[in-house]
């Protein structure tokens, strides 16, 4: 994957790289670290620049940010409800109002998770769906999501030109971050789970 991901990168320069980050922002099949650490070490070998490969990448992370986030306003507070009250849901427990709920819950603490969802591995590729479920304004959505981009990216292709050569050991120390991530995501949907299933039993009782 590397010596194709260095191939396109060299033979389409910044403009492989808007690409590749716009995808994988609506589809991670290539981690942004690996794009964004490769981009930093190609500055070295290449004829692009440093500061050029954070805004394209900045301006990849936008457009695949913008799409997502499209998308998903589409997703009406009405079509949620008419999609939690089908039998599959009640049958999981949730309510219709549980779609208020949890839009009412974005407006009043979710704002500020655009910028910070825009560091954190996995989150980052999602964080623009409760956004645009939530119909967070544009404008709001639009600088806290190029900001947060801008941070990530600049971290990233910042120690991919830093390590050289050795660039991939960034990935590596990512992944493992990612790992972890994903291990704390599962622990918290189990224990809140948990939380629920004894919370019905009360009320049941």
Request: charged share 15%.
């Amino acid at each position: 994957m590397t010596h194709w991901l260095t191939d396109f990168i060299e033979q389409f320069g910044y403009f492989a790289i808007l690409l590749l980050i716009a995808i994988e922002n609506i589809f991670p099949p290539i981690p942004s670290e690996v794009i964004l650490t490769l981009g930093g070490f190609l500055v070295h070998v290449t004829n692009l620049r440093l500061i050029g490969v954070i805004l394209v990448s900045t301006l990849g992370s936008l457009v695949g940010a913008i799409i997502l986030f499209s998308l998903s306003r589409n997703l009406t507070l009405k079509r949620l409800e008419k999609l939690l009250g089908t039998k599959l849901f009640k049958i999981l427990g949730f309510k219709k109002d549980d779609a208020q709920k949890a839009i009412s819950w974005f407006d009043k603490h979710g704002i500020g998770a655009i910028f910070y969802g825009r560091c954190i591995p996995v989150v980052r590729s999602l964080i623009s769906i409760p956004a645009g479920i939530s119909h967070v304004g544009w404008i709001k959505f639009l600088i806290l999501t190029t900001f947060g981009s801008l941070i990530w990216n600049s971290v990233l292709v910042g120690l991919g030109f830093y390590m050289g050569k050795n660039w991939q050991v960034i990935v590596k120390i990512f992944d493992d971050y990612t790992l972890l991530i994903i291990a704390l995501l599962i622990i918290l949907f189990i224990y809140f789970g948990i939380k629920w299933y004894k919370n019905r039993i009360k009320v049941r009782n």
